[in-house]
């Protein structure tokens, strides 16, 4: 009896410590999605003020864009892909906006 009240509550406290660490990693990775998008608006205003061919700079545009959204989708798929059996439910961010909303639901409650 004791073994298994030890194993549930293990069970237990690792899906608690999971969904903890699940929290900080959404807000650091909606953190960093806002430093690269600046990172690369400052590329792309760089861009404009310096002459270049308007084939060029919408090819930089275009890689701002694919950059941003390989971001994105990468964390979708590394957090997807990472829960623990224990959690193997309904996924619960599926798009990026989703993300965005909890991490500022998680901000707001603070």
């Given at each position: 009896?004791?073994?298994?009240?030890?194993?549930?509550?293990?069970?237990?406290?690792?899906?608690?410590?999971?969904?903890?660490?699940?929290?900080?990693?959404?807000?650091?990775?909606?953190?960093?999605d806002?430093?690269?998008?600046?990172?690369?608006?400052?590329?792309?205003?760089?861009?404009?003020?310096?002459?270049?061919?308007?084939?060029?700079?919408?090819?930089?545009?275009?890689?701002?864009r694919?950059?941003?959204?390989i971001?994105?989708?990468?964390?979708?798929?590394?957090?997807?892909?990472?829960?623990?059996?224990?959690?193997?439910?309904?996924?619960?961010?599926?798009?990026?906006?989703?993300?965005?909303?909890?991490?500022?639901?998680?901000?707001?409650?603070?």
């Amino acid at each position: 009896m004791h073994k298994l009240l030890s194993t549930a509550l293990g069970i237990y406290h690792g899906l608690k410590s999971y969904q903890i660490i699940e929290r900080f990693i959404i807000v650091y990775s909606i953190s960093i999605d806002t430093i690269i998008q600046k990172t690369l608006k400052s590329v792309s205003e760089f861009s404009e003020e310096n002459p270049g061919s308007p084939e060029e700079k919408q090819e930089l545009d275009a890689a701002c864009r694919a950059m941003v959204e390989i971001f994105r989708k990468s964390i979708l798929v590394i957090m997807n892909s990472a829960r623990p059996p224990g959690a193997s439910g309904k996924i619960r961010h599926n798009s990026w906006e989703s993300l965005q909303e909890y991490a500022k639901r998680l901000k707001e409650n603070k």
